[in-house]
């Protein structure tokens, strides 16, 4: 499947390319960024893996990533989209797309979170009517604060690689 360029009036999110890659490396390299995302800053090799699988997810899914770029000035914001990454986590998610996110400093404190969020799931309730998830860390506020402006309810808290999560469902 060719993934779709969904836009609004600030940005464009279209499918990774190999030229976003040094960006995503910086954004992933960035304790900041990660703090609340695993809180280990990823190694260039696996930003690689990451973004193809967010890539390659639309062929074997529906649906899958975004790049996010800022249509004024062309800078590189930040990744969305949902994906099925087969946790293995109670409860087992796989049944829905689980939404994520994650921005570099650039979108930082501007809106760009829930101005991504609110588009992705347009086209999400127009391609795959029906619920979808997302987890965040207990302490992540702004990303708690994105989900709930989307539609987002606590569902139920959980454990990912022993680390405390909070459940978030989006029910149509």
Known sequence: MIPPTLTTDRLILRPFEEADY???VAMWGDA????????VTRSPQDVWFASVRGRGMWD??????WT?????????LGEAGFSDFKRGMTPDLSEWPEAGWAFGRASW??????????????WLDETHPGKSVCIIDEANTASRRVAEKAGYMLW?????????????????
Do not use: N, Q
């Not at 900041?32 to 809180?39: L, P, T």
């Not at 074997?60 to 990533?65: M, P, R, S, T």
């Not at 139920?156 to 149509?172: E, K």
């Open 22 to 24: 040094p960006h995503a």
């Open 32 to 39: 900041d960024v990660v703090r609340y995302i695993g809180g």
């Open 60 to 65: 074997v899914k529906g649906f899958g990533y």
């Open 68 to 76: 996010v770029i800022d249509r004024e000035t062309g800078t590189w």
């Open 109 to 122: 404190g501007r809106g760009i979170g829930s101005e991504v969020v609110k588009r992705m799931h347009a």
């Open 156 to 172: 139920t808290m959980s454990a990912l690689r022993d680390h405390p999560v909070t459940v978030y469902h989006r029910l149509p």
